[in-house]
C-alpha cells in the first residue's frame, strides 16, 4: 500500500493567491482528518470527515478555509485568500473504523509570502 | 473534552542512556492512549497505544508506556536510545470506548540524542 498521498509537498505562493491541497487516502479507509502543524500552536485537527461526510470542522480558522472530500478517494483543502499566517504544514491523516490509529501523509509544507 | 500535556519541550541525552518522556492527560470520561512518532520532514507514525488491559504497553523501536490512571500519566520510556531515535514525539487521547473519535495531541517533546 502506498500510505496517505499528499500534494504537492511543497508550495510557495504570495499573499492573497488561492491554495489548493490535496490527499488521497489509503484504500478502504473511511475517516479523514485535515491537520496544521506550526511551531507555536502544535499540531491543531482543522476538520474530519467520516464516510466523506464532514462531521466537525470546528478548527477551521476561518471562512477562508474550506475541505471537500467528494468521494472516497481524494479530498482537498483550500485556503483563499492565503495570507502569510497560513504558513504551516498540512497534514493529512486516515483511519479506518476497525482500527483506533490514524495513518499520517508526509505532510505539505506550505509558505505564504 | 480531554487534554494533554507534554511536560518537556526538548530531551537531550547521550546515546545508549535510558529516556523517559511524559505524558499527563485530563479527561471526564474513559480514554484510549497513543504515541506518535515524527522524524524530520516525515508525518506522524504509530509507536505504540493503550486501549485497555496491562497497563505496560510495548512498542515499536524498543519503546514501552506505562498507563497510571490514578496518576493520569502515560510515560514514554527506552533503555537505551539511540541517534536514530531522534525525533519529536507525540501524545495523544481519544474518548475510550462508545466515544467519538476525535484526537488531541500534545505539543510534542523534541528528542535529541547525542553521541
Known amino acids: 500500500d502506498a500510505g496517505v498521498i499528499q500534494s504537492p509537498r511543497h508550495e510557495v505562493t504570495e499573499m492573497g493567491q488561492e491554495v489548493t491541497l490535496r490527499c488521497k487516502p489509503i484504500?478502504?479507509?473511511?475517516?479523514l482528518f485535515w491537520y496544521r502543524q506550526t511551531m507555536m500552536r502544535g499540531l491543531e485537527l482543522l476538520i474530519y470527515f467520516n464516510n466523506n461526510v464532514p462531521i466537525d470542522d470546528s478548527g477551521m480558522p476561518e471562512d477562508r478555509f474550506s475541505a471537500k472530500m467528494p468521494n472516497a478517494s481524494f479530498s482537498t483543502l483550500k485556503i483563499q485568500p492565503s495570507e502569510p499566517r497560513d504558513s504551516a504544514v498540512y497534514f493529512c491523516?486516515?483511519?479506518?473504523?476497525?482500527?483506533?490509529?490514524?495513518?499520517f501523509g508526509p505532510g505539505t509544507r506550505l509558505t505564504v509570502l | 473534552a480531554q487534554s494533554v500535556t507534554q511536560l518537556d519541550s526538548q530531551v537531550p541525552v547521550f546515546e545508549e542512556a535510558p529516556v523517559e518522556l511524559r505524558c499527563n492527560y485530563s479527561s471526564s470520561v474513559s480514554v484510549y492512549l497513543f504515541w506518535y512518532v515524527q522524524y524530520p520532514n516525515q508525518g506522524l507514525q504509530l509507536l505504540l497505544k493503550y486501549l485497555s488491559g496491562s497497563t505496560l504497553v510495548k512498542g515499536i523501536n524498543g519503546f514501552e508506556a506505562e498507563f497510571n490512571k490514578s496518576q493520569t500519566s502515560f510515560h514514554l520510556r527506552k533503555p537505551s536510545v539511540h541517534i536514530s531515535d531522534t525525533a519529536e514525539y507525540f501524545c495523544?487521547?481519544?474518548?475510550?470506548?462508545?466515544?467519538?473519535?476525535?484526537?488531541?495531541f500534545g505539543r510534542g517533546t523534541s528528542l535529541i540524542v547525542h553521541p
Open positions: 484504500s478502504g479507509h473511511n475517516s
Open positions: 491523516a486516515t483511519k479506518t473504523s476497525g482500527r483506533d490509529e490514524q495513518f
Open positions: 495523544a487521547v481519544t474518548k475510550g470506548p462508545g466515544g467519538s473519535y476525535i484526537p488531541t
